[in-house]
């Protein structure tokens, strides 16, 4: 079983930058995708990029096209979510998660199996 750590989150002004770590332990990260999300206070979780892990192909959400870049360290078994230009819109905790479905970049919540226990980002304006 796999299990996902996020760390790197806190507070930072509008305009910085973060970078969030998602370290796959318990086994090599085996599964396809390595996707993230957020959850804002009173909101949905909603999706914001994932990676394929054997090729490093991605594909973001509209809202952080741009600014957000996500990558993946195979040799390190590790994920990451870079931030730029933050907004104090992306305020949320943020969450990286596996799937293994095939063929199709996954983009919900029900497609991925295991889920880390998220790191929170506060940007203030």
């Known amino acids: 079983q796999v299990q996902l750590v996020e760390s790197g989150g806190g507070l930072v002004q509008a305009g910085g930058s973060l970078r969030l770590s998602c370290a796959a332990s318990?086994?090599?990260?085996?599964?396809?995708?390595m996707g993230w999300f957020r959850q804002a206070p009173g909101k949905e979780r909603e999706f914001v990029a994932v990676?394929?892990?054997?090729?490093?192909?991605?594909y973001y959400a509209d809202s952080v096209k741009g600014r957000f870049t996500i990558s993946r360290d195979n040799a390190k078994n590790t994920g990451y979510l870079q931030m730029n230009s933050l907004k104090p819109s992306d305020t949320a905790v943020y969450y990286c998660a596996a799937s293994d479905v095939n063929g199709y970049f996954p983009t919900r919540r029900y497609a991925y199996t295991y889920w880390g226990q998220g790191t929170p980002v506060t940007v203030s304006s």
């Open positions: 990676i394929k892990w054997s090729s490093g192909s991605t």
């Open positions: 318990g086994r090599t990260f085996s599964s396809n995708y």
